[in-house]
DNA sequence: TCAATGTGCCGAAATTTATTTTCTTCATCG
DNA sequence: CGATGAAGAAAATAAATTTCGGCACATTGA
């Protein structure tokens, strides 16, 4: 009984506080300066809070330790244990970008850099997942009659790319397009039940700022996969925003593209479970493969 | 001083065991007969384990408390709190893909679940990476005369337009081919000094290996991304092993294109570090767009 | 083959350490 | 001026670790 008792209070705290750092962060959650001063003590030095005693952080914020239990309480925790248990939860995908940019050399140490960076790029664009308009998306999707799907460079082609294969396979009419002449023509010969989708990490593409703007006043419903508040993000209809720190795609833009990928497979799962029939014929292609996989074939000949 | 010195603790123990569930399943280091049952136990409920006290998890295994004591500082852990600490880390990612296949419905779910098993096969990617094989094929891309890239399927084919789109901008003369004919034909025509490099999620594309093939007996270097084991590893001089869990790639293939893309990306970066002269030009070419990205011009333009 | 000795694992109890509760004080706000 | 709530001191409780003794198993020598 006492096991289950814990069992379900873990996995209630769990749910409770999926992200403790960003609890810590936010200012307003903390009414009393000494929580305040409890908070940037230990985001200062959350690998000495994770593993210090109750008695060592209270010790090192000047505060009392059960003003730290207290603090733990607060924050969803069940105790100071469970907080710390979060804490290192957090810590290890949330905070690694805050290192500094160091000049990585040996091998393992690149491996690992682009790892955690890909990680981060994930933990991060789930945190701050519009699932609403994801939601929204692929019902548009899914009840189109056809769509296009619009990128720019060799990312946002990657990712339109990704949703053709991604979609075409669950009974949707779709083409994907990475010219910007040829977008602009399909733009104005858009049809009424025509779906544009356009990605752009910057949302900062003045052709596809443009389509979508042509797009609209023609009354053609738009998507846009873009950062939020950016000229793309506003011509558009239903946008899935997706935001990462700025340091990170500064020095290395290439993590976006993990945060990009999947927000792409969300919204195509999305699309798949619009529509039961159409998810039956997904699972239906899914054993196909299956089969020609036991066959010896390459499992990517069918694209997946 | 006591604060430094649990610091400094953590810090090691943390560098010590990376991966602590990976240390659990081992069964080689756990010699006795009880630590085995305690191993077994923790990993059957990691979540428990994760917040239960030493009392509780003794209990459940069996066992005695000081026997866990003993458990954790022979898998390197300073402490029984330590162990928990590393627990909960190693668990957040390491460890998801034990869950049953859930049918997943809600958008919230189908995005937790695509982000955790995204993050899953990153992890186990990097706890499987072969660093020498990637070093090796690194310094063979670096000092080739000219590379061709060779997929196969919309995820393959992904993987070598990202390969090329990487690499060409470093100063290498690379071409990505999707086509088997073509291929074919590259490989026939192709001189001296060339590198073909091969990428195929299952390693059984056939025309792939078939390549390959042709490559060795006209003494042209290959590079395979691909499963170990696979025709076409045997069939390459270098072997970039990406090995995902099998019930991960049969009910959702997709996760697998993350590992590879991220595989990928360290490729690349240590194709850069393998000539400096090279990397030099590679940040040069970042600061531009950086300067481009500011006139306002979409950063994917550059393809970056 | 059979003791005798050694080695090391394991748990009970004691000790130490850590955490939480209770209670009191103090400050702040209405 | 009383009410409210935050914070710490101290006590109580809970948890973890060390110590120590017993036990099982292996090794050695007769």
Known sequence: M?????????????????????????????VSPLERKLAASILADVNFATNASITEIAARAGVSPPTVTRFCRRLGCASF???KVQLARSAYVGL????????????????????????NALFEMHRGLDLEALSRAAALLAKAQMIYAFGAGGNSSMIVNELQNRLFRLGCRIAASNDHGMNLMLSAAAEPGTVVFGSSFSGRNHELVRCFQLLRERGIKTIALTQSGSPLAEAAD?????????????????STRYAFLATVDILA??????????????????????IKHRDGDDRQLLGD
């Open 2 to 30: 006492g096991e289950d008792a814990a069992k379900d209070g873990n996995a209630a705290a769990g749910m409770a506080a999926p992200d403790l750092i960003a609890a810590l962060t936010d200012e307003s959650a903390l």
């Open 81 to 83: 244990s469970d907080f």
């Open 96 to 119: 690694r970008y805050l290192r500094p940019e160091s000049v990585t050399s040996t091998p393992a140490e690149v491996a690992e850099d682009i790892v955690t960076k890909a990680q």
């Open 238 to 254: 239903v946008v899935i925003t997706v935001d990462l720190p700025e340091g990170q795609n500064i020095f290395r833009a290439t």
């Open 269 to 290: 799962n999305l699309v798949a479970y619009a529509d039961r029939s159409r998810s039956t014929r997904l699972l239906r292609g899914i054993k196909e493969q299956l």
